[in-house]
């Protein structure tokens, strides 16, 4: 690689960097109670997770999509009636990532610590992580876990988990699966359990 695609590259990854290290706009969409559709049951095949977003909005275009989250063909799934892929649908360096996920009202859930399980495999040579971030309604992050040292690589169907406290004063309740450049990944049998704070 020559030197200039070296800055170029370098370039890229920080305003990327900068970018997702902005404040979070203060300007809350209407949170859910309860998590939905975990099990990805609703909706046909083909079709786009009904209850879940795709994102980061910054970059989603209706013309010329990067991702998209399907439900997948039943002979996919990993136990339950269906389940999920997000996958890259063009080479574009500056889309680096998608993200599928739902935002929760915290209220109930303050004091706790969340256990967020999912089963997930991914494409030969693809990269995915699981995702959970807890806000205030400052929009301030008091809890963030993307599974950064340990990403999912596997080809194979596994479990992962990722554990979250709760704050006190939380507002919003972030999770999902994140596809990191090119590739797809699978998503299913996904479980919140809330357990009080030790």
């Excluded at 920080?14 to 975990?38: G, H, I, M, Y």
């Excluded at 596994?158 to 450049?181: N, S």
Aim: glycine share 6%; hydrophobic share 40%; net charge negative.
């Amino acid at each position: 690689m020559t030197h200039s695609l070296i800055a170029v590259f370098a370039a890229l990854i920080f305003a990327v960097s900068s970018a997702a290290a902005q404040p979070r706009p203060c300007s809350w969409p209407e949170l859910k109670t309860d998590a939905q559709n975990l099990n990805f049951a609703d909706g046909p095949v083909g079709a786009a997770p009904m209850e879940w977003l795709l994102g980061p909005e910054w970059f989603m275009t209706p013309h010329e999509p990067v991702y998209a989250a399907t439900i997948a063909p039943v002979n996919q799934r990993h136990g339950t009636q269906q389940c999920a892929t997000l996958r890259s649908l063009r080479s574009d360096p500056a889309v680096p990532l998608s993200f599928l996920y739902q935002d929760l009202d915290a209220t109930k859930y303050r004091g706790q610590t969340l256990t967020y399980r999912a089963y997930v495999r991914v494409d030969p040579g693809s990269i995915a992580r699981l995702l959970v971030r807890v806000h205030k309604k400052d929009c301030s992050t008091t809890f963030r876990d993307d599974m950064g040292n340990h990403p999912i690589t596997s080809t194979d169907w596994a479990a992962y988990e990722i554990h979250a406290p709760i704050v006190t004063d939380a507002f919003q309740i972030e999770f999902g699966l994140q596809l990191i450049g090119h590739g797809a990944a699978w998503i299913d049998n996904i479980v919140m359990d809330y357990a009080p704070v030790r």
